[in-house]
């Protein structure tokens, strides 16, 4: 691998730019290969950082660590792997980027025995920078990664590895041993739901990764787990159906990742609406036939022990027709305007209903929409340059997206931002004649904060949040 992050001192001596022209006239033989050369890594160098898939990146930038909850105890406990994305490089046509998979937010416990923890996985994934549609036969998505998220945490599509086995007339593979017959597989989403934590994710041999939309279970309308009541975390954002949803990650094929909310007409126009997955639950009893009509063999009948949906077969797709520009197709995507890509792009959608639970096939697949290659390498073959974040302060957080919850405050103060914070952001609790009280902050790849205020006298505090560029005030309430 070659880096280029920057030239040798003697290329630089004297200065070119001093003055270009005096320069190259004196060093007559290089004079037109330096200055095209020169000329092309410099509008490559800033053409392609303004790429989506270069800059969107979180960066770990200050060393932070991971964390984790173990059951039965409600204390963090500090791990030491980096969390986020370690660095990211790119080449003319390539972005490489290096993660150990380790969010943010808190991990665990898995309730339902996983025996794993969140553990650094040093991977190398490259997407190309400008990807490109599938006009052949589809690829389907695997087991394992099948894209990552912009914290470096691995997304899976829906399946868990367990299928129905008709020879032994119950379920096999995966975390049960044996292999299944792969005919009737069922629905990690649904199956493992006891075994996600409060972010939605859970690890396999180690790797973190979530199946689904990435917002913490309290966050839904309607909450189907309540391990965040007892082991707290955030998630990568939080959904906003006011604002078309941040670009949270990348699939293996290359197209950008979304939250639920989008334009509702590929135009960009038609405001904000829920973006719905086009894969419905079929009126079926019992499971004899896919939803094209071929005959296979028998998994299961519906019932309590499997209900409607814990078989991604139970699904059936009906394609997009005229008036429904809000409805994905079988990938679960669609062509979009979006903030970072006002051209227009192909876009995977995170889906969720309108309770905000997610939503079959919950973000890539069954196949992918552009060209599928194995996007883990294990070394970069060409030169590369290094891309240095720009931070940005509050650009993308303002006043008015800033939550502070409870106010007044009794025993603590949440402080949450609408996405994940792309550096870390400082927090601290005024009194109104300036003395410091309270001292936190925003870790860079996560949404929350708490101040602990139960020693802090009743009255009117000053909540000052500090980027490297940017401070924001918010008023606080103390009432014990």
Same mark, same amino acid.
Request: charged share 15%; net charge neutral; aromatic share 12%.
């Given at each position: ?17 001093? %003055? ?22 410099? @509008? ?5 950082? %303004?790429?989506?898939?270069?800059? @969107? ?29 370690? &660095?990211?490089?790119?080449?003319? &046509? ?26 650094? +996985? ?22 394992? %990664? ?15 590895? $367990? ?70 975390? *955030? ?90 520009? *809000? ?25 969720? *209903? ?22 883990? $390498? ?11 974040? +720009? ?55 996560? &949404? ?33």
């Amino acid at each position: 691998m070659l880096l280029k992050t920057s030239f040798p001192r003697s290329f630089f001596s004297p200065n070119p730019w001093s %003055n270009p022209l005096t320069w190259l006239d004196k060093n007559q033989g290089m004079k037109k290969f330096v200055f095209l050369s020169l000329v092309a890594l410099i @509008s490559q160098s800033g053409v392609a950082q %303004n790429n989506p898939a270069i800059r @969107s990146w979180i960066i770990n930038q200050d060393g932070a660590k991971g964390k984790h909850y173990v059951k039965g105890s409600s204390t963090l406990i500090q791990d030491a792997d980096s969390v986020n994305v370690q &660095t990211v490089l790119y080449s003319s &046509t390539n972005v490489y980027v290096r993660t150990k998979g380790v969010p943010a937010y808190p991990t665990g416990p898995f309730l339902d025995n996983n025996p794993s923890i969140t553990t650094a +996985q040093n991977a190398i994934f490259r997407f190309p920078l400008n990807p490109v549609k599938n006009t052949g036969n589809p690829s389907s998505t695997t087991l394992g %990664n099948i894209g990552i998220f912009i914290n470096g945490v691995a997304l899976f599509d829906y399946r868990d590895g $367990v299928s129905w086995k008709t020879s032994t007339n119950k379920l096999a593979g995966g975390p049960l041993g044996g292999t299944g017959d792969g005919v009737w597989n069922r629905d990690a989403v649904v199956a493992e739901r006891a075994g996600f934590d409060c972010s939605k994710g859970h690890p396999a041999n180690g790797n973190y990764h979530h199946h689904q939309n990435p917002s913490a279970f309290k966050l839904d309308k309607n909450v189907v787990s309540t391990i965040c009541n007892l082991y707290d975390a *955030d998630g990568l954002y939080l959904i906003d159906s006011t604002k078309h949803s941040p670009l949270i990650g990348f699939a293996y094929d290359g197209f950008p990742i979304y939250g639920p909310y989008a334009y509702k007409n590929a135009d960009g126009t038609g405001g904000i609406v829920r973006m719905k997955s086009s894969w419905t639950l079929r009126n079926i009893s019992t499971r004899t036939t896919l939803y094209t009509g071929q005959s296979v063999s028998a998994g299961p009948d519906v019932n309590s022990t499997y209900p409607l949906g814990y078989f991604r077969e139970d699904y059936g797709y009906t394609a997009p027709q005229s008036g429904q520009e *809000d409805y994905l197709d079988e990938h679960n995507g669609r062509f979009c305007k979006t903030p970072e890509y006002p051209e227009g792009i192909y876009c995977y959608f995170a889906t969720v *209903d309108e309770n905000w639970n997610s939503a079959y096939p919950y973000v890539v697949g069954p196949t992918f929409y552009g060209v599928y290659s194995n996007a883990k $390498v294990n070394s970069i073959n060409e030169a590369v340059t290094q891309y240095i974040p +720009q931070t940005t302060g509050f650009n993308t957080f303002n006043e008015s997206s800033l939550g502070i919850f409870p106010n007044p405050a009794s025993e603590f103060v949440a402080i949450q931002l609408p996405e994940a914070a792309n550096q870390t952001y400082e927090l601290n609790l005024y009194s109104l004649d300036g003395k410091l009280v309270q001292s936190g902050a925003i870790a860079a790849g996560s &949404t929350l904060s708490f101040l602990d205020t139960r020693l802090v006298y009743e009255g009117t505090y000053l909540l000052v949040l500090k980027s490297k560029e940017s401070t924001l005030v918010r008023k606080v309430n103390i009432s014990h």
